[in-house]
């Protein structure tokens, strides 16, 4: 579903786990850092409102958006975490370097989670131009920084809440 039809910042919050005994790593560009610190601010916002630790969120911040699987690999080599969340943001310019950049990530991303089985969020705004980009970072459509919380939320407790259930994985009857 297109942003532009949903706000990022709304979820049920009845469905989101507690945090409490979670660790997650933050990874930020500082390149659009008004954009990629705004959506920073979402999503450790989040993080904190759903019971996790102020000292169980570690921080990184790497210099692009094409740097954060590298980041991402840096940070899970010196701490445990249950899920990292990877915030950046590739406005499209004059050429199509944003495609070769976000697929490069996206693929990166992926590798990882498969890798190191730990969910690596792709928390990468990919607009055409900085008023999308604002729109989308605290803006009228929501803060994908807070959508990239939740995401990780869920997932870093997919592992209990797969321990916790007897009859099979999906849906429930």
Same mark, same amino acid.
């Given at each position: 579903m297109s942003s532009a039809l949903k706000n990022l910042s709304e979820y049920d919050e009845n469905n989101i786990p507690d945090a409490k005994e979670l660790?997650?790593?933050?990874?930020?560009?500082?390149?659009n850092k008004e954009i990629t610190h705004a959506l920073y601010e979402g999503c450790y916002d989040t993080l904190i409102k759903h019971g996790?630790?102020?000292d169980n969120i570690f921080t990184l911040q790497v210099p692009g958006t094409f740097e954060l699987p590298a980041g991402a690999r840096t940070?899970?080599?010196?701490?445990?975490?249950? &899920?990292?969340?990877? #915030?950046?943001?590739? @406005?499209?310019?004059?050429?199509? /370097?944003?495609?070769y950049i976000?697929?490069?990530? &996206?693929?990166?991303? #992926?590798?990882?989670? @498969?890798?190191?089985?730990?969910? /690596?969020?792709f928390g990468v705004l990919t607009p055409n131009d900085e008023q999308q980009a604002k729109d989308r970072a605290g803006g009228k459509y929501g803060n994908k920084g807070v959508e990239a919380a939740v995401t990780a939320l869920r997932m870093a407790n997919l592992d209990n809440s797969l321990k916790k259930e007897t009859k099979g994985i999906g849906f429930k009857k």
């Open positions: 660790k997650f790593g933050i990874i930020v560009s500082d390149w996790a630790e102020e940070l899970f080599s010196h701490e445990k975490v249950n &899920a990292m969340i990877c #915030i950046g943001c590739v @406005i499209k310019g004059e050429t199509s /370097h944003n495609e976000n697929q490069s990530v &996206a693929q990166g991303l #992926i590798s990882l989670s @498969i890798m190191t089985n730990v969910p /690596h969020i």
